[in-house]
């Protein structure tokens, strides 16, 4: 099984980007989905986007399509997230989680990483 482990976020103005990263400990993202879940205070946790394993396809919340952009590096095992174009309202904690290919469900989570957008 592996451990998502979040680095990268921190403080943007508004129209600024930030990138966060995702990398598997104690094993790799091979044949395993990532995506990029996120929560603001006094919401529920959403999703963002997704890269999946199989034929890389991504997907991407309506909310961040056109401004974010996943990508992957398998040489670094390593899941990226590209925020462009940031809104106060995309301040969240970023929170990575993985799956099997498989499977439905994600069944292994990061820690979080925080993502602050000032206007």
């Known amino acids: 099984q592996v451990q998502p482990v979040e680095s990268g976020g921190g403080s943007a103005q508004a129209g600024g980007s930030l990138t966060v990263s995702c990398t598997a400990s104690g094993g790799t993202f091979s044949h395993y989905d990532v995506g990029w879940f996120r929560q603001a205070p006094g919401k529920e946790r959403e999703f963002v986007s997704a890269?999946?394993?199989?034929?890389?396809?991504?997907n991407y919340a309506d909310s961040v399509k056109g401004r974010f952009a996943i990508s992957g590096d398998n040489a670094k095992n390593t899941v990226y997230l590209q925020m462009n174009n940031l809104k106060p309202e995309d301040t969240a904690v970023y929170y990575c989680?993985?799956?099997?290919?498989?499977?439905?469900?994600?069944?292994?989570w990061g820690q979080g990483t925080q993502v602050t957008v000032s206007s």
């Open positions: 989680a993985a799956r099997n290919t498989y499977r439905v469900t994600w069944d292994y």
């Open positions: 890269i999946y394993w199989i034929g890389g396809r991504t």
